[in-house]
């Protein structure tokens, strides 16, 4: 019996350093439609050994041995619902960092700033990341938030949502725990002001910060299931270039409702070009790609 148990972990032991056969046009073809019509990204030709790799990672963990066997799983196995929530982590770039596009902050910051006091007063600036990834956009966002409300000495009337389709990555921007390292290069005031050493060479959110802050898993394909409405930022960069033209306006148009009149609608730079969303006003900006949504939805 021993000696079968050390026979099959060296089986293993093997397979695991095995190196998996290249994938063949079809069987990529299978994938990038699978990951499309899931997520809406795209993957090009470029992007095969990307797909590979990361793919190959999670079949030796599980100890599958064939794309075709493990596509089988992830497209209509029993644990195919399982499967696919931790394959699409590994499949997505989740690359992001605090303040991470100043020009579109420093607009958010003069948005709120020239908000009429009694609208700021009356009721919460409500504010969205879009593809907030492990939390440090949204983050950003309460921390800008709350200056320019102590800049206006109003109090602290705001909330952020954070949404991704990573469980994992929401997993870990609820915890609210970073690495100093991410911190480099961020303003030595807001440094100490927002973020607490932690244990082994991490920082964590203050309180008062991340109370303003949740987190919810959702895929920007399903918004019409999102309770999100009447937003007053909403936020979305580096998730669009991913996806397809015709879906990027898709899912712009989509956001576009969420707004609240007179709301702001902030993207990554070229993430939409020759194209004007029906019922915003482009912010006039040499830098960020950002539209008002008109009080009336008149053109
Ligand atoms: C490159 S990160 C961008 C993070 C942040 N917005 C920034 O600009 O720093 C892209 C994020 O989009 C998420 N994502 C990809 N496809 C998605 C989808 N269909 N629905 C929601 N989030 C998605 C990924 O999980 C990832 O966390």
């Known amino acids: ?60 963990e599980i100890g599958c ?23 699409v982590d590994r499949l997505t770039v989740q690359e992001t960092r605090f303040f991470r596009d100043p020009d579109a902050f420093r607009l958010v910051s ?27 956009e949204p983050y950003t966002l ?44 961020m303003d030595e005031e807001m440094k100490t002001r927002y973020f607490r050493p932690a244990e082994r060479n991490s920082v964590e959110i203050v309180e008062s910060i991340r109370e303003r802050v949740c987190f919810t898993r959702l895929n920007v394909l399903d918004l019409k299931r999102a309770p999100m409405h009447g937003m007053n930022i909403i936020f979305c960069q580096n998730l669009l270039i991913y996806f397809r033209r015709w879906r990027r306006r898709e899912i712009v148009k989509r956001l576009a409702e969420r707004l609240a009149p007179g709301g702001l609608l902030v993207l990554g730079q070229g993430e939409v070009t020759d194209w004007h969303p029906p019922g915003l006003q482009r912010v006039p900006s040499e830098h960020v790609l950002a539209w008002i949504r008109r009080q009336t939805d008149e053109e």
Not at 145 to 154: D, F, T, V
Request: proline share 5%; glycine share 8%.
């Open 1 to 60: 019996m021993a000696e079968t148990r050390n026979d099959q972990s060296a089986a293993e032991g093997i397979w695991s350093m095995r190196r998996l056969p290249e994938m063949d046009e079809a069987q990529f073809s299978q994938w990038q439609t699978l990951l499309e019509h899931r997520t809406g990204i795209t993957l090009n030709a470029g992007r095969k050994s990307f797909l590979e790799t990361n793919l190959g990672i999670r079949m030796r």
């Open 65 to 87: 041995n064939s794309y075709q066997a493990y596509y089988e799983k992830v497209a209509s196995g029993p644990d195919a619902i399982v499967e696919w929530s931790t394959l």
């Open 110 to 136: 003069d948005y709120v700033l020239t908000r009429p006091r009694e609208v700021l007063k009356k009721r919460p600036m409500e504010a969205w990341s879009v593809g907030s990834s492990t939390g440090e």
């Open 142 to 185: 309460a921390m800008l938030l709350n200056e320019c409300m102590s800049q206006l000495a109003l109090p602290p009337l705001y909330g952020v949502t954070g949404s991704d389709i990573s469980k994992p990555a929401i997993e870990k921007a609820q915890r609210g725990l970073f690495n100093a390292r991410k911190l480099m290069g």
